[in-house]
């Protein structure tokens, strides 16, 4: 009965997060450019869709930090690391470069899999690609 509701709930929460990402536009590689332009012709409009995410991030860890244990799992699982380390600066340079790139991060690429564009489709594979090679060689050097 749990794992039936923990699908349940993650089902229920990936697509309220896919159906905020295509409300805001975030599905939209050229919105997303535009707002990463701040040099030249910026659109602050997804301003409002990040303030929103913290928001609500916010208030989430509010809530699991006040409960006793989550609703459907035995205790939290949080990261374990909290260093900032090379790795992590690396990876989140290559996270925006890629998404300044071509507009693309993760969530948006793969909710924009169900618009049946190519070039979502190429960002997603491009992306587990690379996440095949960080756990073959990256990950296993510590």
């Keep these: 009965m749990t794992t039936a509701l923990r699908f349940l709930a993650a089902l229920a929460a990936g697509l309220l997060f896919g159906l905020g990402l295509a409300i805001s536009g975030m599905l939209n590689?050229?919105?997303?450019?535009?707002?990463l332009d701040v040099a030249g012709a910026?659109?602050?409009?997804?301003?409002?869709?990040?303030?929103?995410?913290?928001?609500?991030?916010?208030?989430?860890?509010?809530?699991?930090?006040?409960?006793?244990?989550?609703?459907?799992?035995?205790?939290?699982?949080l990261p374990a690391k909290t260093q900032i380390d090379r790795s992590l600066v690396v990876g989140s340079a290559l996270?925006?470069?890629?998404?300044?790139?071509?507009?693309?991060?993760?969530?948006?690429?793969?909710a924009s899999l169900s618009l049946g564009l190519t070039?979502?489709?190429?960002?997603?594979?491009?992306?587990l690609v690379g996440?095949?090679?960080?756990?073959?060689?990256?990950?296993?050097?510590?």
């Design 29 to 35: 590689p050229a919105k997303v450019q535009a707002f």
């Design 42 to 77: 910026w659109d602050p409009s997804l301003v409002f869709v990040l303030g929103s995410g913290v928001l609500v991030a916010f208030l989430g860890y509010r809530l699991a930090f006040a409960l006793d244990k989550p609703l459907l799992e035995s205790r939290l699982h």
């Design 95 to 110: 996270f925006g470069v890629g998404w300044g790139l071509v507009g693309f991060c993760p969530g948006p690429a793969v």
């Design 119 to 127: 070039p979502a489709v190429v960002f997603v594979v491009a992306m």
């Design 131 to 142: 996440m095949v090679v960080h756990d073959r060689f990256a990950a296993t050097r510590g």
